[in-house]
């Protein structure tokens, strides 16, 4: 892997995005796969033809579990691994249900909370589960 000054490091480059209130995903000009977390070369075929495209927010929870706190913490909250429509799978939380309510294959669809820095969360689906 090289590592030339003409890449600006590409989690850097996804978190500023972020912060102006767009969730971006890599996707490969070379074979067409899609990618997170950013990566500086493609993991599907090595290419560093990678662009950055607007997510479609839209997904299902692929796996998830309960990360417990005290109250004067927080709370309770949900860890969740999420598959988006493109096929990539990020770690983030589901924000509208009870933790122990966010099941594998809940429907969800991400949004952005702001914040320093901004994260990519998500909420169920209305009517779903
Ligand atoms: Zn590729």
Known sequence: ???????Q????E???FLNEGRFVIQKCGACGAYQFAPRVL??????????WQDASGQGVVYAATTIC????????YSYVLVELDEG???ISTVL????LDVAVGLPVVAEIEA?????????????AA
């Open 1 to 7: 892997m090289t590592n030339g000054s003409a890449a």
């Open 9 to 12: 490091a590409p989690d850097r």
């Open 14 to 16: 996804y978190q500023e």
């Open 42 to 51: 493609c993991t599907s075929c090595g290419s560093d033809a990678l662009a």
């Open 69 to 76: 706190q005290k109250p004067e913490r927080g709370g309770d």
């Open 88 to 90: 990539v799978r990020m």
């Open 96 to 99: 509208d249900r009870p933790p």
């Open 115 to 127: 914040g320093d820095p901004a994260r990519v969360v998500f909420r169920g689906v209305e009517g």
